[in-house]
């Protein structure tokens, strides 16, 4: 393999959504982008596939558009079970988008097209190698070394994942950290009981404070998971072995229907859900996404907030100027707390509700009693329609708190 030298004003590690929308806020303010990912595009990314109302926002202010991802599937509701087994339905509206599914497969390979489209340098197939940050005092540069390419640039913001090789580059990873969460996945096909058109979570007894779900996709598929709270009282072993048994459940196979079979083999990932305690920055350095453990810490969604975090990080280093990181640095800290820490926070004191079988119990039987317009915002506060604490940052209020129609209206 030949050895490229270039350079642009910003260097992106990793083609992931918030990857790609960093590129894409970029080029669109006349920036030069260099996006380099070790992987080959497309690929697959084990995740539970669902979009909800922030990261369709996102994706619609991106200029995705949903046709472009072949098994994409518009949801209008979700179905909940308690841990008694009581079930109730909680409708979206249907003004606009609020919820999706979209492989992850698809979707990141049709967001890095957007980006390739807006003028983003893509080198996928080139594996980041190491960081020189030696010259980012005198001359304004950081050196990124890749596989077949040497990329000096302004910035660099790393959406290389939960395990990013760049935080480690700069020595400000931690070494033990596994995650907050565990994630199993596996798609399924030949569903044809409700779980081919309906959303399910199944608060189960045994996964508290997490959930299994049931997200349905076209042609009678569906992305079926579960995950747990990385808490130190199960070995991996034992978690694995929750997956035949929860498959084998009675109202989940009711769910799936009794034709459903098994795609492949199933996957596991770590979620990092610590926005609120990791550094954001390091020198000339933005971490977004996984690498930011942006993941919101209740539901183990993450990629609205990878999308978020990107096109925050595009805007505070296009707000600082070419030669300004600690201003950059300082927008980017202040904007992601603004956004996402308060909700952070409540979500860890809701989990730590939720994580009773009482809590679980109660939540539901509120909702089932709360009448339909309840259950609608509910579904919408469930789907981040408006951030998870916005009652309680009144910095955040607007005119259409819970009334602004969905994304995509038109």
Partial sequence: MTHENLSADVV???GGPAGSAAAIEFCRSGRSVILIDKATFPRDKCCGDGLTTLALRELEHLGLDPRTVHSWFDVDGAVLRSPSGREVKVPLPNDGRYAAVAPRFELDSA?????????????DGHGFRALDMSRSESDSIVTVEA???????RYVVAADGMWSPVRKATGSNDPGYL???????????GVTGTASRELHVWFEPDLLPGYAWSFPLPGN????????????????KEIKAIWPDLLARSHIVDALGEEFTMEDRHTAWPIPARIDSLPLTSDRVLFVGDAAAATDVMTGEGIGQALLTGRIAAESIVAAGATQPDDAAR??????QHHLVADHRMSLALGSVLAKPWGARGAIRVVASSGTWGRRNFARWMFEDEPRAVALTPSRWHRQVLTRPGAYRD
């Fill in 179 to 189: 995650g907050e969460w565990h994630g199993f996945r596996q798609y399924a096909s």
């Fill in 147 to 153: 596989d077949g390419l040497t990329v000096d640039a």
């Fill in 221 to 236: 598929r569906a992305n079926i998971g579960f995950g747990v709270l990385r808490d130190g009282t199960r070995t991996g």
């Fill in 331 to 336: 927008i980017y800290a202040r904007e992601v």
């Fill in 111 to 123: 967001l890095l097209d957007l980006a390739r489209d807006a003028g983003t340098n893509v080198r």
């Fill in 12 to 14: 992106i590690v990793g």
